[in-house]
Protein backbone atom coordinates (compact mmCIF):
# COMPACT_ATOMS: atom_id res chain seq x y z
CA UNK A 1 0.00 0.00 0.00
CA UNK A 2 1.05 3.24 -0.99
CA UNK A 3 1.20 5.57 2.46
CA UNK A 4 0.93 9.17 1.85
CA UNK A 5 2.58 11.98 3.97
CA UNK A 6 1.04 14.96 5.25
CA UNK A 7 3.00 17.67 6.75
CA UNK A 8 0.47 19.50 9.03
CA UNK A 9 1.31 21.47 12.40
CA UNK A 10 -0.70 22.85 15.66
CA UNK A 11 -0.38 26.03 14.40
CA UNK A 12 -3.06 25.62 11.09
CA UNK A 13 -4.63 22.06 12.52
CA UNK A 14 -7.56 22.05 10.42
CA UNK A 15 -6.21 22.75 6.51
CA UNK A 16 -8.20 21.17 3.77
CA UNK A 17 -6.65 17.95 3.67
CA UNK A 18 -7.60 17.50 7.19
CA UNK A 19 -11.40 16.39 5.42
CA UNK A 20 -9.75 13.58 3.38
CA UNK A 21 -7.98 11.95 6.17
CA UNK A 22 -11.11 12.22 8.01
CA UNK A 23 -12.59 10.25 5.10
CA UNK A 24 -9.68 7.72 5.03
CA UNK A 25 -10.81 7.00 8.91
CA UNK A 26 -14.43 6.80 7.77
CA UNK A 27 -13.97 4.59 5.09
CA UNK A 28 -12.06 2.13 7.62
CA UNK A 29 -8.53 3.02 6.62
CA UNK A 30 -5.66 3.70 8.87
CA UNK A 31 -4.24 6.86 9.48
CA UNK A 32 -1.12 8.07 12.09
CA UNK A 33 -1.14 11.29 13.77
CA UNK A 34 0.80 13.52 16.37
CA UNK A 35 -0.28 13.86 20.06
CA UNK A 36 1.26 15.52 22.73
CA UNK A 37 2.16 12.40 24.12
CA UNK A 38 3.43 10.12 21.47
CA UNK A 39 2.42 9.68 17.29
CA UNK A 40 -0.54 7.41 17.28
CA UNK A 41 -1.82 4.97 14.98
CA UNK A 42 -5.86 5.63 14.21
CA UNK A 43 -8.13 4.14 12.85
CA UNK A 44 -12.23 4.01 13.45
CA UNK A 45 -13.11 3.14 17.08
CA UNK A 46 -16.62 1.49 16.33
CA UNK A 47 -15.48 -0.36 13.84
CA UNK A 48 -13.94 -3.84 14.54
CA UNK A 49 -12.38 -4.38 10.72
CA UNK A 50 -10.21 -1.07 11.39
CA UNK A 51 -8.96 -2.25 14.96
CA UNK A 52 -8.22 -5.76 13.60
CA UNK A 53 -6.36 -3.42 10.61
CA UNK A 54 -4.17 -1.35 13.61
CA UNK A 55 -3.25 -4.89 15.13
CA UNK A 56 -1.81 -6.41 11.79
CA UNK A 57 -0.54 -2.99 11.19
CA UNK A 58 1.63 -3.12 14.58
CA UNK A 59 2.11 -6.80 14.59
CA UNK A 60 0.72 -6.12 17.93
CA UNK A 61 -1.23 -9.03 19.56
CA UNK A 62 -4.97 -8.63 19.84
CA UNK A 63 -5.59 -8.84 22.94
CA UNK A 64 -4.07 -6.04 24.39
CA UNK A 65 -6.39 -3.16 24.39
CA UNK A 66 -6.61 0.27 22.15
CA UNK A 67 -7.02 3.65 23.51
CA UNK A 68 -10.53 5.69 22.30
CA UNK A 69 -9.66 8.90 21.28
CA UNK A 70 -12.21 11.82 21.84
CA UNK A 71 -12.75 15.36 20.62
CA UNK A 72 -15.64 16.25 23.12
CA UNK A 73 -15.97 15.08 26.80
CA UNK A 74 -19.29 14.16 26.96
CA UNK A 75 -18.83 11.87 24.30
CA UNK A 76 -17.47 9.52 27.34
CA UNK A 77 -20.73 8.94 28.12
CA UNK A 78 -21.66 7.40 24.48
CA UNK A 79 -18.63 4.87 24.96
CA UNK A 80 -19.35 3.81 28.69
CA UNK A 81 -22.21 2.22 30.81
CA UNK A 82 -21.63 4.63 33.91
CA UNK A 83 -18.83 7.42 34.31
CA UNK A 84 -18.22 7.42 38.05
CA UNK A 85 -17.98 11.12 40.04
CA UNK A 86 -14.11 10.45 40.43
CA UNK A 87 -13.93 10.24 36.17
CA UNK A 88 -15.96 13.14 36.17
CA UNK A 89 -13.31 15.45 38.06
CA UNK A 90 -10.32 13.55 36.36
CA UNK A 91 -11.79 15.07 32.67
CA UNK A 92 -12.47 18.29 34.30
CA UNK A 93 -9.05 18.53 35.84
CA UNK A 94 -7.05 17.07 33.57
CA UNK A 95 -8.79 16.97 29.44
CA UNK A 96 -8.03 17.64 27.37
CA UNK A 97 -4.20 16.40 28.08
CA UNK A 98 -2.18 13.04 28.77
CA UNK A 99 -5.13 11.38 30.40
CA UNK A 100 -6.33 7.88 29.58
CA UNK A 101 -9.13 6.89 31.64
CA UNK A 102 -10.24 3.60 32.31
CA UNK A 103 -14.32 2.18 32.29
CA UNK A 104 -16.90 0.06 31.40
CA UNK A 105 -17.64 0.11 28.07
CA UNK A 106 -21.11 0.48 26.21
CA UNK A 107 -22.52 -1.83 23.80
CA UNK A 108 -21.35 0.49 20.76
CA UNK A 109 -17.17 -0.32 21.52
CA UNK A 110 -16.75 -3.69 19.63
CA UNK A 111 -14.72 -5.84 21.56
CA UNK A 112 -12.10 -5.62 18.25
CA UNK A 113 -10.90 -2.36 20.18
CA UNK A 114 -10.81 -3.64 23.69
CA UNK A 115 -8.85 -6.58 23.31
CA UNK A 116 -12.16 -8.55 24.45
CA UNK A 117 -12.55 -6.35 27.43
CA UNK A 118 -15.68 -5.39 28.92
CA UNK A 119 -13.63 -1.84 29.82
CA UNK A 120 -13.17 0.92 27.30
CA UNK A 121 -9.62 3.61 27.80
CA UNK A 122 -10.74 6.62 26.84
CA UNK A 123 -8.73 9.76 26.42
CA UNK A 124 -9.68 13.43 24.95
CA UNK A 125 -5.70 14.37 23.73
CA UNK A 126 -5.16 18.33 23.71
CA UNK A 127 -3.11 18.40 20.54
CA UNK A 128 -5.46 20.35 18.01
CA UNK A 129 -3.99 17.79 15.00
CA UNK A 130 -5.59 15.26 16.77
CA UNK A 131 -8.38 17.36 18.16
CA UNK A 132 -9.05 17.95 14.53
CA UNK A 133 -8.98 14.53 12.94
CA UNK A 134 -10.98 13.25 15.44
CA UNK A 135 -13.87 15.76 14.29
CA UNK A 136 -13.27 15.36 10.84
CA UNK A 137 -13.62 11.33 10.81
CA UNK A 138 -17.03 11.88 12.41
CA UNK A 139 -16.37 10.03 15.24
CA UNK A 140 -14.02 8.28 18.08
CA UNK A 141 -10.63 7.22 16.67
CA UNK A 142 -8.91 3.90 18.39
CA UNK A 143 -4.55 4.60 18.26
CA UNK A 144 -2.44 2.90 19.90
CA UNK A 145 1.50 4.44 20.11
CA UNK A 146 2.79 4.42 16.17
CA UNK A 147 5.10 1.91 16.43
CA UNK A 148 6.12 -1.38 15.45
CA UNK A 149 5.01 -3.69 18.44
CA UNK A 150 8.00 -3.94 20.82
CA UNK A 151 10.05 -0.40 19.36
CA UNK A 152 9.67 2.74 21.44
CA UNK A 153 7.02 4.95 20.66
CA UNK A 154 7.90 7.58 17.68
CA UNK A 155 8.27 11.15 19.19
CA UNK A 156 9.40 12.65 15.66
CA UNK A 157 7.91 11.34 12.34
CA UNK A 158 10.71 10.20 11.12
CA UNK A 159 10.14 7.19 13.09
CA UNK A 160 6.47 6.59 12.38
CA UNK A 161 7.24 6.54 8.42
CA UNK A 162 10.57 4.25 9.56
CA UNK A 163 8.06 1.42 11.18
CA UNK A 164 4.81 2.22 9.41
CA UNK A 165 5.41 3.04 5.80
CA UNK A 166 3.24 0.94 3.07
CA UNK A 167 1.47 0.05 6.59
CA UNK A 168 -1.14 2.49 6.86
CA UNK A 169 -2.68 4.31 4.60
CA UNK A 170 -1.74 8.55 5.85
CA UNK A 171 1.13 9.70 7.83
CA UNK A 172 0.75 13.62 9.39
CA UNK A 173 3.88 14.52 10.31
CA UNK A 174 3.50 17.13 13.05
CA UNK A 175 6.72 17.70 14.14
CA UNK A 176 8.30 16.97 17.53
CA UNK A 177 6.22 16.02 20.28
CA UNK A 178 5.94 17.94 23.08
CA UNK A 179 5.36 15.34 26.06
CA UNK A 180 7.74 12.15 24.57
CA UNK A 181 5.92 9.40 26.79
CA UNK A 182 2.42 7.68 26.76
CA UNK A 183 -0.45 9.04 28.47
CA UNK A 184 -0.99 8.09 32.09
CA UNK A 185 -3.48 5.02 32.62
CA UNK A 186 -6.17 5.41 35.51
CA UNK A 187 -8.75 2.51 36.03
CA UNK A 188 -11.78 3.75 37.69
CA UNK A 189 -13.68 0.40 37.14
CA UNK A 190 -12.95 -0.72 41.01
CA UNK A 191 -13.65 1.14 44.45
CA UNK A 192 -10.33 3.00 44.67
CA UNK A 193 -8.87 4.44 41.35
CA UNK A 194 -5.49 2.68 40.16
CA UNK A 195 -2.98 3.83 38.21
CA UNK A 196 -2.00 1.40 35.19
CA UNK A 197 0.81 3.52 33.72
CA UNK A 198 2.35 6.39 35.38
CA UNK A 199 3.34 9.36 32.82
CA UNK A 200 3.06 13.44 32.26
CA UNK A 201 -0.07 13.55 34.97
CA UNK A 202 1.61 12.18 37.82
CA UNK A 203 -0.18 10.61 41.25
CA UNK A 204 0.69 14.21 43.16
CA UNK A 205 -1.74 15.84 40.54
CA UNK A 206 -4.11 13.22 40.72
CA UNK A 207 -4.01 13.55 44.55
CA UNK A 208 -5.03 17.08 43.81
CA UNK A 209 -8.30 16.20 42.67
CA UNK A 210 -9.05 12.60 44.19
CA UNK A 211 -9.08 11.22 47.46
CA UNK A 212 -7.14 8.51 46.90
CA UNK A 213 -4.77 6.86 44.12
CA UNK A 214 -3.30 3.19 44.11
CA UNK A 215 -0.76 1.93 41.98
CA UNK A 216 -0.78 -0.88 40.21
CA UNK A 217 1.81 -3.36 42.39
CA UNK A 218 3.55 -4.23 39.28
CA UNK A 219 5.10 -0.91 38.17
CA UNK A 220 6.54 -0.27 41.69
CA UNK A 221 8.11 -3.65 42.05
CA UNK A 222 9.40 -5.81 39.03
CA UNK A 223 9.37 -8.71 41.41
CA UNK A 224 5.55 -8.80 41.71
CA UNK A 225 4.47 -12.10 40.57
CA UNK A 226 1.06 -10.28 39.87
CA UNK A 227 -0.11 -9.59 36.21
CA UNK A 228 -0.25 -5.93 34.99
CA UNK A 229 -3.34 -4.84 34.48
CA UNK A 230 -3.12 -2.69 31.68
CA UNK A 231 -1.97 -5.98 28.98
CA UNK A 232 0.64 -3.98 27.09
CA UNK A 233 2.74 -3.30 30.66
CA UNK A 234 3.04 -7.37 30.03
CA UNK A 235 5.23 -7.23 27.59
CA UNK A 236 8.89 -6.42 27.16
CA UNK A 237 8.13 -2.81 25.64
CA UNK A 238 10.23 -0.49 24.41
CA UNK A 239 13.67 -2.82 24.01
CA UNK A 240 16.38 -0.72 22.18
CA UNK A 241 18.13 -3.40 20.00
CA UNK A 242 21.56 -3.51 21.93
CA UNK A 243 21.62 -4.63 25.48
CA UNK A 244 20.77 -2.08 27.65
CA UNK A 245 21.89 -1.61 31.44
CA UNK A 246 20.83 1.37 33.98
CA UNK A 247 23.80 2.16 36.66
CA UNK A 248 22.72 3.42 39.93
CA UNK A 249 25.20 4.88 42.36
CA UNK A 250 27.03 8.62 43.19
CA UNK A 251 27.39 10.44 39.65
CA UNK A 252 31.25 10.03 40.14
CA UNK A 253 30.62 6.28 40.73
CA UNK A 254 28.33 5.73 38.13
CA UNK A 255 30.69 7.63 35.29
CA UNK A 256 33.70 5.49 36.94
CA UNK A 257 32.00 2.35 36.86
CA UNK A 258 30.06 3.05 32.78
CA UNK A 259 33.82 3.65 31.68
CA UNK A 260 35.20 0.60 33.08
CA UNK A 261 32.08 -1.45 31.29
CA UNK A 262 32.92 0.35 28.39
CA UNK A 263 36.15 -0.37 28.01
CA UNK A 264 35.72 -3.72 28.86
CA UNK A 265 33.17 -4.18 26.14
CA UNK A 266 35.47 -2.84 23.38
CA UNK A 267 37.78 -5.23 23.89
CA UNK A 268 35.34 -7.76 22.55
CA UNK A 269 34.93 -5.46 19.86
CA UNK A 270 31.06 -4.55 20.10
CA UNK A 271 29.69 -0.77 19.68
CA UNK A 272 28.98 1.24 23.02
CA UNK A 273 26.10 3.91 23.98
CA UNK A 274 25.78 5.98 26.72
CA UNK A 275 22.47 7.40 28.29
CA UNK A 276 24.02 10.26 29.57
CA UNK A 277 22.84 13.56 30.90
CA UNK A 278 23.72 17.26 30.18
CA UNK A 279 26.03 17.31 33.39
CA UNK A 280 27.73 14.71 32.87
CA UNK A 281 27.99 13.89 29.27
CA UNK A 282 31.56 15.35 28.66
CA UNK A 283 32.97 12.55 30.82
CA UNK A 284 32.04 9.31 29.20
CA UNK A 285 34.38 7.53 26.20
CA UNK A 286 31.40 5.29 24.57
CA UNK A 287 31.56 4.96 21.02
CA UNK A 288 28.63 6.88 21.33
CA UNK A 289 27.48 9.56 24.33
CA UNK A 290 23.83 10.96 24.14
CA UNK A 291 22.29 13.24 26.59
CA UNK A 292 18.78 13.46 27.32
CA UNK A 293 19.14 16.80 28.81
CA UNK A 294 19.76 18.36 31.71
CA UNK A 295 19.02 16.12 34.92
CA UNK A 296 17.53 19.07 36.57
CA UNK A 297 14.73 18.93 33.85
CA UNK A 298 12.28 15.45 34.24
CA UNK A 299 10.63 17.20 31.02
CA UNK A 300 13.27 17.33 28.93
CA UNK A 301 14.70 13.80 29.80
CA UNK A 302 10.99 12.71 28.98
CA UNK A 303 10.87 14.50 26.04
CA UNK A 304 14.17 13.06 24.40
CA UNK A 305 14.06 9.46 25.71
CA UNK A 306 12.58 7.44 23.40
CA UNK A 307 13.99 9.49 20.11
CA UNK A 308 17.55 8.44 21.85
CA UNK A 309 16.74 5.17 22.23
CA UNK A 310 15.62 4.55 18.63
CA UNK A 311 19.09 6.69 17.91
CA UNK A 312 20.98 4.11 19.20
CA UNK A 313 19.23 1.38 17.32
CA UNK A 314 19.59 3.28 14.14
CA UNK A 315 23.85 3.54 14.83
CA UNK A 316 23.69 -0.34 15.67
CA UNK A 317 25.05 -0.18 19.35
CA UNK A 318 24.97 -3.25 20.98
CA UNK A 319 25.78 -2.19 24.60
CA UNK A 320 24.23 0.57 26.05
CA UNK A 321 24.83 1.82 29.66
CA UNK A 322 22.38 4.51 30.97
CA UNK A 323 22.40 6.31 34.00
CA UNK A 324 19.46 6.49 36.59
CA UNK A 325 16.87 9.00 37.31
CA UNK A 326 14.96 9.98 40.41
CA UNK A 327 11.20 8.25 41.01
CA UNK A 328 9.97 11.44 42.13
CA UNK A 329 6.79 13.01 39.87
CA UNK A 330 7.34 12.65 36.20
CA UNK A 331 10.77 10.62 37.13
CA UNK A 332 8.36 8.01 37.90
CA UNK A 333 6.89 7.67 34.23
CA UNK A 334 10.73 8.17 33.23
CA UNK A 335 12.21 5.25 34.85
CA UNK A 336 9.00 2.85 34.16
CA UNK A 337 9.23 3.29 30.54
CA UNK A 338 13.33 3.04 31.19
CA UNK A 339 13.49 -0.06 33.39
CA UNK A 340 10.95 -1.61 30.54
CA UNK A 341 13.53 -1.01 28.12
CA UNK A 342 16.27 -2.29 29.82
CA UNK A 343 14.57 -5.72 30.86
CA UNK A 344 15.30 -4.45 34.60
CA UNK A 345 18.52 -4.72 34.22
CA UNK A 346 20.16 -2.48 36.70
CA UNK A 347 23.93 -2.46 38.33
CA UNK A 348 24.20 -0.36 41.78
CA UNK A 349 27.67 0.59 42.58
O1 LIG B 1 -0.37 8.55 25.10
C1 LIG B 1 -0.96 7.55 24.74
O2 LIG B 1 -1.72 6.91 25.51
C2 LIG B 1 -0.73 7.05 23.30
C3 LIG B 1 -1.32 8.12 22.35
C4 LIG B 1 -1.30 7.68 20.92
O3 LIG B 1 -2.61 8.44 22.77
N1 LIG B 1 -1.33 5.77 23.10
C5 LIG B 1 -0.80 4.64 23.64
O4 LIG B 1 -1.46 3.48 23.26
O5 LIG B 1 0.16 4.62 24.36
P1 LIG B 1 -0.84 2.04 23.44
O6 LIG B 1 -1.79 1.15 22.73
O7 LIG B 1 0.56 2.02 22.99
O8 LIG B 1 -0.97 1.75 24.96
C6 LIG B 1 -2.25 1.56 25.52
C7 LIG B 1 -2.14 0.87 26.84
C8 LIG B 1 -1.74 -0.59 26.71
O9 LIG B 1 -0.84 -0.91 27.76
C9 LIG B 1 -3.08 -1.29 26.91
O10 LIG B 1 -2.93 -2.60 27.39
C10 LIG B 1 -3.77 -0.38 27.90
O11 LIG B 1 -3.43 0.90 27.45
N2 LIG B 1 -5.24 -0.51 27.86
C11 LIG B 1 -6.08 -0.17 26.83
N3 LIG B 1 -7.35 -0.48 27.14
C12 LIG B 1 -7.35 -1.01 28.37
C13 LIG B 1 -8.34 -1.55 29.22
N4 LIG B 1 -9.63 -1.60 28.86
N5 LIG B 1 -7.96 -2.03 30.44
C14 LIG B 1 -6.66 -1.99 30.82
N6 LIG B 1 -5.66 -1.50 30.04
C15 LIG B 1 -6.00 -1.03 28.85
MG1 LIG C 1 2.51 1.51 22.77
Redesign the pocket.
Known sequence: MKTLVYRIDETNPNPPEMAELGEIIKKGGLVA?P????????GDALNPESSKKIYAA?G?PSD??????IAAWEDIFLLTKEVPEAAKKLAQAFWPG?L?M??K?SDRVPKET??G?????I?F?SHKV?QELIKASGGFIA?????LSGKP?PTIAKYVLEDLDERVDAIIDGGDIP?G?????V?L?AEEPMI??P?FITREMLLSVLDQVKTDPTILDASCRER????????R?YAPKGDLSIVEGSPEEVIAYINRAVSNARETERKTGVIATAESAPYYSADLVKSVGSRENSGEVAASLYRILREFDDENVEVIYSESFSSEGLGEAIMNRLLKAAGHKVVRV
Do not use: C, Q, W
Open positions: FTETVYGLGKRNPLIVHPTILKTGLDTVARPAAPSANSILESTIDTLRGPKAPGMRYH
